[in-house]
């Protein structure tokens, strides 16, 4: 960016990278600022924003209302499920890490449809390792 650009935006990715000089003695700021993006979440293949916190773990409503048959159907067929269950059965995630995943869990757990019996390691090689909850109903 030459000097004659200062305050302006250029793209770098998912983010916009502004400058701003400031006096002499203090060193140009750098902000990265996230585009502005629709209320729907991503999908499908691609990058897909930073997660942020607990606001990831809202989903559509539409991806909720899926979800959870998915997750009812499989601990009928299978007497438990997991997030490696649903992620196999349901590849449409809604956030980068998966938050709607386990807030959904949570929710059929406190609305007394599951129950969490167990915990273990998950068989998806991208989770490396990571401990999942087992559920099943009551």
Do not use: C
Request: aromatic letters at 4%; charged letters at 25%.
């Amino acid at each position: 960016m030459s000097p004659g650009n200062a305050g302006q935006a250029e793209p770098a990715g998912l983010f916009e990278v502004v400058r701003t000089p400031g006096p002499p003695d203090v060193p140009t700021r750098v902000a990265l600022v996230l585009p502005d993006e629709p209320d729907d979440r991503r999908r499908g293949h691609g990058p897909r924003p930073p997660t942020t916190g607990p606001a990831d773990a809202t989903a559509p409503a539409w991806w909720t209302a899926e979800a959870e048959q998915v997750v009812m159907r499989l601990v009928r067929e299978h007497g438990e499920v997991t997030s490696d269950h649903v992620r196999a059965a349901y590849p449409d995630v809604p956030s980068a890490s998966g938050a709607a995943i386990g807030a959904m869990f949570k929710r059929l757990g406190r609305q007394g449809r599951l129950v969490l019996v167990a915990h273990r390691p998950s068989s998806r090689p991208e989770a490396r390792s990571r401990v999942v909850g087992v559920w099943r109903q009551p």
